[in-house]
């Protein structure tokens, strides 16, 4: 079967692309989440006396600042260990 560009379709290829995508949709996430939690950060830390930072954000934030901090030190262990030997 030929695509439009006149090359037959690859059907090797399909299931990789497939997870690449969802690869690339889970780190945009990601980002957005944190993007999203910078921003209040950065919002609650500006106006000290709003009452949702008050009651939600300050307590929480030390925990959020923990559970990054060790996820991340999770995620660089996991990439030395695991996906670091498929790039030397």
Same mark, same amino acid.
């Given at each position: 079967k030929l695509k439009a560009n006149g090359h037959k379709s690859d *059907? *090797?290829?399909r299931g990789r692309s497939g997870a690449r995508c969802l690869l690339l949709v889970l780190f945009s996430? /990601?980002? /957005?989440? %944190? %993007?999203l939690l910078v921003a209040i950060d950065f919002h609650c830390n500006t106006n000290r006396r709003d009452h949702l930072c008050l009651t939600y954000w300050h307590p929480a934030r030390g925990h959020i600042v923990n559970t990054w901090n060790t996820s991340s030190r999770a995620a660089v262990e996991f990439y030395h260990r695991n996906i670091e030997k498929y790039f030397i």
């Open positions: *059907r *090797r290829n996430f /990601l980002a /957005l989440i %944190a %993007a």
